[in-house]
């Protein structure tokens, strides 16, 4: 299985995409997350991956940085199945508040054409806290993160045999999730800034941590390797030099610093 960062900001960046990413596995995709806006079309485009791939779609929660891109998908496949060139449905996952206002928008802003797929074609699903579903031919297991702010899930995937990735969204880890991410292979978590920066970003008010949190978390539960995203965006260029060298010092395991459209297969590092 191979996992494509299309975008690792958080809401605001502009010199990179927002956070979202895709697994990919024989021929098929499975979508997490749409950024904000019509560039989740140019970052699957410029990851070589093909939209009628997609057949599952996961939106963790509801804010605009992560739901309003799902649309831009959602519309593109729409039109591929009206023109003939996409095959079978898209399923849409998430709690019953994303999904709520996911079907509100489409049915408010779509034209009649896509509209008439939804319900038959286009699937919205609403998936419960520990509900398991089979994605790309492997079991899925959302989870409640317990978010400060508004509703959001994570999930894991158990991508072979005994090894599993797991996401808990963007925000910190939560205890009440050790049963998910215990023993996970490869664990996502955010990291808004470095800590050496915290004053200047402010992560801690936006309920949100930073790579020495981060790190020391998943130092903590023993996880092999650590993904780290949803960072700010004013250090581009050297971001993985600085946030690897801060992260170093808490997490001894190996520590992944993405750029936009990096990509991972979860048997190996980097490639």
Same mark, same amino acid.
């Given at each position: 299985m191979k996992l494509t960062m299309l975008g690792t900001g958080m809401a605001m960046v502009t010199a990179c995409y927002n956070t979202c990413f895709i697994l990919e /596995? /024989? $021929?098929e995709s499975f979508l997490i997350d749409g950024g904000g806006g019509n560039g989740i079309l140019v970052q699957l485009e410029k990851a070589g991956i093909d939209w009628k791939s997609i057949h599952h779609i996961f939106v963790t929660h509801k804010h605009i940085d992560h739901i309003m891109g799902v649309l831009w998908v959602i519309r593109k496949i729409g039109q591929g199945m009206n023109k003939g060139d996409y095959r079978g449905t898209v399923?849409?996952?998430g709690h019953d508040e994303v999904i709520s206002i996911l079907r509100n928008m489409a049915e408010t802003l779509l034209q009649d054409k896509i509209k008439k797929h939804i $319900?038959?074609?286009i699937q919205f699903q609403v998936v419960e806290d520990d509900e398991k579903r089979q994605i790309l031919g492997h079991e899925v297991t959302f989870f409640d993160? @317990?978010?400060t702010k508004d509703k959001q899930? $994570? @999930?894991t995937i158990e991508y072979t045999k005994g090894k599993r990735l797991t996401c808990c969204g963007?925000?910190?880890y939560n205890d009440h999730n050790s049963q998910y991410v215990?023993?996970? /292979?490869w664990l996502m978590l955010e990291a808004f800034c470095m800590y050496g920066e915290a004053d200047i970003f402010k992560p801690y008010e936006k309920h949100h941590s930073t790579v020495k949190e981060a790190c020391e978390q998943a130092e903590a539960l023993g996880v092999p390797n650590l993904i780290l995203y949803h960072t700010e965006d004013k250090h581009m260029r050297q971001r993985k030099e600085l946030y690897t060298a801060e992260g170093r010092t808490y997490y001894q395991g190996n520590l992944c610093v993405p750029e936009d459209l990096e990509s991972y297969r979860l048997t190996q590092?980097?490639?």
């Open positions: /596995e /024989e $021929g399923a849409l996952y $319900g038959s074609r993160i @317990f978010s899930y $994570g @999930f963007d925000e910190p215990k023993d996970s /292979e590092e980097s490639v």
